[in-house]
């Protein structure tokens, strides 16, 4: 007995040896492997924070030197001076912008490109921080003045040094230009110590020359050895990677026929020391866990045997004979009630799992498939590269079935309709997602095949249900969505729901999900996301549409009109973000920016002497802000421009939302003596008495009204009815939309006050307006 189980001990303690070998091996091998990518990881990250830190560095210096040019361009005295031709004090002013930045060099030029005012920092050590007046003073200008100096070569190299530089124009009058002041950055010493101090790694400027050798202008450190040159100098050169370094470098620029290069690099040892050191502490902690692992594997192996000689004693005792013989209470006896209570433990354990998984994938009240296993069948299928399809279906009225029968009813209405989409063998699986909402899976099923299907459906669903002899006629709302590999589940039932809403809104039986149904699709969330930062950003931009007097011939009005130029999309018109600025709560934000550029430009139209009044849109949103009328009015007063020569226009539907607040708001400006205009007039909801109530004198016919004019006698009736009606109530009348003559004589005709349209003229930019109108018959 004992030499048996003294076999069972060693096989169960060689298992366990073998095991915790390949135990320990693997884990070996993990650690050495992740050591590896951590490394390439660390590698590779250095060199990404080397060229973000240099980016940042080298184009801050950029930045500030060009705002700080132009800060100084703007000086008045600075001008002064160097229209008045005084060479020691413009120097003097000169040097004093210089010192404020501690600029290396500052350069003048005058318009015939003469260098009137050269100062450079001297950089050796007897005059460090010494100001001296350059060579090139009095000198023409190394390069030409034709297209401005703002897009030169950044780099400038003096005696024996490359700056870093910036320009900016001097202006005066009418923002003529009267010369160039820039300034400029040593490429030096200081950059590569700061590059060294946010990286870590050595940093240095390099200047190159077919045929000649690298030349070094400046280095983080105090030289470089011969290794360290060979690498950088092969990198810079001609690309060569070298296993042992961390290299990377970029091409400033050109100067005098030389290429500039920032450079930065680090020894791989010198990056890695840390992941050396975290390796090799490793490998000691696995080679010291394996001896104790082995003593453990032992005391482990030998505490399974006894129970199994216990087993054995008493096996043995029986088998003797004693069959009648009382068993002793003991371990044996134990170990025997241990394994009937782990089998008994077992199947309660098999039971109550099965139990539990038929919980998770099924719904408690129909005992039908729910959203799990929805979710568990439909990845198969997409695994399978298979064409899903979800119908959502919702029945109609349940809240009401709840809510004047009981819950008790209701969810028997539940079940009833889960036993009817069960009873169809056409669908691959039925499934209870939420309490009046059933869901449909289908594979590689046709939109033509579903529709019979949903058809039939929809009939045996609307079958009477009776109930306690109460008769229940059910309805059914249907969304349907298609979707080929690869995609998801969450894709299927976001656009089957928007399909579900859609049919449900528009009193549909059934709906297939299309993209032109659905509200939240992914570049209407990326605008949503960018439109506040297009107003902050200033990527807004007004066009004006002229607008004609009928009686005088002339132009005297412009609409002004608000268009996105994103940097992506190009021109975005309004009818796609101004619904959502008003959703998102941007329109006061808007439309307080659109009075503001109006208002500019009229201010600037004046100032060249054209007189154009201005028609500005307003929403619903900017009358629901308390505050909107006092802003409006104060914006007239703080720009200082007539009142009369702004036009607000409202739509209708802004008016019917809230009656009483607008017409409250409107009559303040109306009574402060702003001109308000009702816009699209005709294909709103407002009703004659409203119209009569509403503080405005001017009234727009809809251009639905006016572009068919001459071809649609309904047409010509609506507009003259309403021409005679606005007359009436002491209203003149805009007609837009006017796209032939024919319609504008006609409107001419029976005394229509003012039109526009693509006739006269499309939407123009702000500049092109003065040409349109000089070259304009009006």
């Known amino acids: 007995m004992f030499g048996f189980c003294n076999r069972i001990q060693t096989r169960i303690f060689a298992f366990f040896v073998i095991l915790l070998i390949a135990v320990q091996a693997i884990s070996f091998s993990i650690t050495f492997f992740a050591n590896k990518r951590l490394e390439q990881q660390q590698l590779s990250n250095q060199l990404s924070v080397a060229e973000l830190v240099f980016k940042s560095d080298y184009g801050k210096r950029n930045y500030y030197l060009s705002a700080f040019a132009e800060t100084a361009a703007k000086d008045f005295g600075l001008k002064d001076i160097f229209i008045d031709n005084d060479s020691r004090s413009f120097l003097v002013a000169l040097n004093n912008h210089r010192k404020r930045i501690n600029a290396d060099l500052a350069i003048a030029v005058d318009k015939h490109g003469i260098i009137i005012g050269e100062l450079m920092l001297k950089t050796s050590e007897l005059e460090l921080g010494k ?16 297209t401005g100096l703002l897009n030169i070569n950044p780099l400038y190299s003096l005696e024996d040094n490359i700056y870093q530089i910036k320009f900016a124009p001097l202006t005066s009058g009418a923002n003529n230009v009267i010369g160039w002041v820039g300034f400029g950055f040593i490429i030096g010493d200081e950059l590569a110590k700061t590059l060294l101090l946010h990286t870590g790694l050595n940093a240095g400027f390099v200047v190159t020359e077919a045929g000649q050798d690298n030349q070094f202008i400046s280095l983080s450190g105090e030289h470089l050895n011969a290794a360290d040159n060979q690498a950088v100098s092969g990198f810079i050169t001609h690309g060569l990677a070298n296993e042992d370094y961390v290299l990377w470098h970029e091409l400033l620029g050109k100067v005098d026929q030389k290429q500039v290069h920032a450079f930065m690099y680090q020894t791989r040892y010198d990056v890695l020391e840390s992941f050396q050191k975290q390796w090799l502490q490793q490998l000691g902690l696995i080679l010291l866990m394996l001896p104790i692992s082995l003593l453990l594997a032992f005391f482990i192996s030998s505490g399974v045997t006894k129970p199994i000689m216990l087993l054995i004693e008493q096996a043995r005792y029986i088998a003797k004979g004693n069959y009648h013989s009382k068993v002793q209470v003991g371990n044996s006896v134990e170990m025997q009630l241990l394994a009937e209570e782990f089998t008994a433990m077992q199947q309660a354990i098999l039971s109550r799992e099965s139990e539990i998984v038929f919980q998770v994938y099924h719904d408690p009240l129909t005992k039908l498939a729910n959203k799990n296993e929805l979710k568990r069948v439909t990845s198969l299928w997409f695994e399978d590269k298979s064409a899903v399809a979800v119908c ?12 004047t029968l009981g819950h008790v009813v209701g969810d028997e209405v539940i079940k009833e309709i889960g036993k009817r989409l069960s009873s169809f063998d056409n669908v691959d699986l039925v499934c209870h ?3 009046d909402e059933f869901a449909l899976a289908f594979k590689n099923t046709s939109p033509k095949k579903l529709r019979v299907l949903m058809a039939d459906l929809q009939k045996s669903i609307e079958a009477e249900y009776r109930y306690q002899d109460i008769s229940l006629h059910l309805q059914l709302s249907i969304g349907i969505s298609f979707v080929h590999y690869p995609s998801d589940l969450e894709t299927l039932l976001r656009q089957a729901d928007t399909a579900l809403q859609y049919a449900k809104k528009n009193k549909l039986e059934q709906q297939i999900y299309n993209q032109q149904i659905d509200g939240n699709t992914l570049d209407r ?3 949503i996301n960018e439109l506040k930062s297009a107003i902050d950003n200033e990527e807004l931009v007004l066009f004006y549409q002229p607008k004609l007097d009928l009686k005088l011939k002339k132009v005297t009005h412009v609409e002004a009109l608000v268009r996105w130029r994103h940097p992506d999309r190009g021109m975005i018109p309004p009818d796609d973000f101004i619904p959502i600025a008003e959703q998102m709560g941007q329109m006061n934000a808007l439309t307080r920016w659109v009075m503001n550029e109006s208002i500019d430009q009229y201010l600037k139209w004046k100032s060249q002497g054209i007189e154009l009044c201005i028609a500005i849109n307003i929403s619903a949103e900017n009358l629901k802000d308390v505050h909107f009328c006092r802003y409006v009015l104060d914006l007239i007063t703080e720009k200082g421009v007539p009142i009369e020569v702004l036009t607000l226009e409202i739509t209708e539907d802004a008016v019917v939302s809230d009656p009483e607040n607008a017409i409250k708001q409107l009559k303040v400006l109306k009574n402060s003596g ?11 909801y407002s009703s004659l008495a409203q119209l009569k109530q509403l503080p405005v004198s001017e009234l727009k016919i809809d251009k639905s009204f006016v572009q068919n004019l001459m071809v649609s006698a309904d047409d010509q009736i609506i507009v003259s009815s309403t021409l005679q009606l606005a007359h009436n109530l002491g209203l003149s009348v805009v007609a837009e939309g006017i796209e032939d003559e024919g319609a504008l004589n006609w409107l001419i005709e029976r005394g229509c006050e003012m039109g526009q349209g693509y006739y006269l003229s499309r939407p123009l930019d702000a500049e092109k307006i003065a040409d349109w109108l000089a070259n304009s018959p009006y």
């Not at 959502?392 to 809510?403: F, P, Q, S």
């Open 674 to 684: 702003l001109k308000l205009s009702i816009d699209d007039y005709g294909t709103g």
């Open 525 to 527: 969330l990326q605008l």
């Open 131 to 146: 100001v001296s007046v350059g060579p090139e003073q009095g000198e023409q200008f190394r390069y030409p003045l034709e």
């Open 392 to 403: 959502l279906i919702d029945i109609k009225r349940m809240t009401e079935v709840n809510g």
């Open 433 to 435: 997602i939420t309490g």
